[in-house]
Each structure stands twice: as C-alpha cells, then as structure tokens.
C-alpha cells in the first residue's frame, strides 16, 4: 500500500537514485551484527564504567556528576537499538528470533513497550508530513508554542507528557495490541521501581539518586528532547525531501553520544540502512542536500532557535519569524 510518505516521497526519489550509485547503496544497506554487537558493548562498557565510578567516588561530585550524565545517555540510547530492532537490521534474517527478543530487552532500560514503540514508530514513518496521522506529531509535538512549556520536556515532566501520547495513540489500536503494550509497560515500571528500591536497599539513599533517579528524570529528558529537536522541528513544510533537519556530522562527539541516531533524515531516506552506515550515507547525500538548500544544524543552533528565539516545531527556521 502506497503510504502518505511514499507518495510525498515520489518528487524526489530520482534525486535521491543519482544522488548514491546503486552498488554503493547496496553496501550500505549490508548488515554487520558482529557491528552492532560491538556498539552494544561499547554501551555496556561506559555504563558499568559509570556505576563503578559512582560506587568508588561518589562522594566527589566532579566523579559522580559526570558518571550520572553518562549513566542517562547510555539508558536513552537504548532507545536507538530498540529503534534498530524496529527495522530489523541487527541480524540479516528479518524474521530472526534476535529482533522479538532484543526489542523487548533493549526496551526495558528506557520504559518503553516494544510492542507500542514498533507500531507508533512505523506510522510515524508511514505518514511523515501528516498533522493528524503522524503519532509523533500529532500527540507529543508540544502544541504550546512557549518557552516554559517547551522547557517541561527537558524535565521529569517528559514522562507524564510522552506516556499521555501513548495513550492517546493506542486508543486505535487492535484490543489484543493493546493489551500486550499494558503488559509491557507494566514490566518496564515494575522494573524502574525495583531498581531505586535496591539500591537503596542495599547501598543507601544516595546510591539510588545518582545511580537511577537523576539519570532516568533528570538526564534522559534532555537526551530524548535534543534528539527530537534534530529530528523533524527545523523543516521546509513546501520540500518532502526537507521534512527532517541535516544534523552537521560529529564523529567525536554526538555520533558516538546518540549511536548515529543524529542522522536521521537521512534515515527515513533509507530505513534499512543500519546505524553504523549512516554517517557513511550522510557524505553520499551532501549535493543531493545542498540542491535542497538543507543547511546543516548543530544541537546548540537548533537548541538556541528552539528555547530562546521560541520558534514553532515543524516550520523552517530559516525564514524570519512571524510578527507575534
């Protein structure tokens, strides 16, 4: 079934063809498990590095602080391999047992359901564009265009705000659907109220702030928020092929902090391109961008524009702003 997207897509799907030669395209969408593998134990790495920091230091906040943030990053970017599950490119076989079984694991860290995660995201790429039938947009796009408003997603308020979405997106969905994301959600909190309580069971108060609490409410909020500000915020409503922004490459920095998942226009361009391969798909597309006029944004620039010049999410920011 031709969807929303793919038929806005068609404009410029030719651009796109001369844009990659198709052996290079082909190489591209190559998926590499023992890849992927490594980026999730890279993951598990920085993670007990942090609680062993905590553990060993943590009455030193320039040790403990540091270790939190990394903490929360490493919990948000479970987020980014249940999304790489969603499009099946962890292992070459779509239908592997390693997809059911990694999204529902991969989701637990994040209190996120698989089950609701996967439909949600899906529409969300089926109807790119649409006001109404994107869940992205339709539910969680702050619809307060106000600073105060827009900062409680850098907050703890980010969870009541998201699961509220989820609610609203589900009212939709198959009644066996919905019953299986109940049960799933009920795992995730169940999971996230064992955690604190044993630790503080076990290490005291002060482990469980800064080992659970603060990374989950304090940092994974504005993980989650600056990503989405790099997503579809800063767009040209008139260009299909500019409905998302052009994150300018960081291979030091914010590739490795949110697992290339700052690529992604380039993403919904190529679903099936895994995450390793996208910084590589970035450079393919830079005449097709420019042709675009899509300049390349920075978390900063785009951070700046969102809070501070207050301008509304899925407009190009480019143009002067509206008189009030």
């Known amino acids: 079934m031709s969807t929303p997207w793919d038929q806005a897509a068609q404009a410029f799907r030719s651009e796109l063809a001369a844009a990659v030669p198709t052996e290079r395209l082909r190489a591209l969408h190559r998926i590499v498990p023992w890849r992927h593998a490594l980026t999730v134990l890279r993951q598990l790495v920085l993670l007990a590095a942090a609680v062993w920091l905590v553990l060993e230091h943590g009455a030193l906040w320039y040790a403990w602080i540091p270790a939190s943030i990394v903490i929360g990053f490493v919990i948000f970017d479970f987020t980014v ?15 592997s047992l390693w997809h059911r079984v990694l999204g529902h694991v991969y989701a637990l860290p994040s209190g996120l359901s698989f089950s609701q995660f996967r439909r949600w995201h899906l529409d969300h790429h089926d109807h790119l564009g649409t006001d109404d039938a ?36 589900a009212r939709g969905y198959p009644d066996a659907l ?26 005291g108060w002060a482990a469980a702030l800064k080992l659970h609490l603060l990374p989950v409410f304090a940092v994974f909020p504005v993980a989650f928020t600056l990503n989405r500000l790099g997503q579809h915020y800063d767009i ?44 590589a798909l970035h450079r393919e597309l830079r005449g097709f961008f420019e042709a675009h006029g899509m300049r390349p944004r920075t978390y900063g620039g785009l951070l700046f524009d969102w809070l501070v010049k207050n301008r509304a999410p899925h407009t190009d920011w480019s143009q002067p702003e509206a008189p009030a």
Request: charged fraction near 25%.
């Open 81 to 95: 391999l249940v999304h790489e599950v969603v499009h099946e490119v962890v292992v070459s076989r779509r239908e």
């Open 178 to 203: 919905r019953r299986r994301i109940a049960w799933e959600r009920r795992a995730a909190i169940l999971l996230h109220l064992a955690i604190p309580a044993l630790l503080w069971w076990q290490l």
């Open 236 to 279: 040209d409503p008139e260009d299909p092929a500019h409905w998302g922004s052009v994150m300018r490459p960081s291979p030091l920095l914010w590739d490795r902090i949110f697992l290339w998942s700052n690529y992604h226009i380039e993403h919904h361009y190529f679903p099936r391109v895994p995450m390793y391969h996208l910084p």
């Open 134 to 169: 994107d869940p992205k947009r339709h539910y969680l796009t702050p619809k307060i265009v106000k600073r105060s408003y827009k900062a409680l997603y850098l907050t703890a308020a980010l969870f009541p705000i998201y699961f509220r979405a989820a609610r609203r997106a």
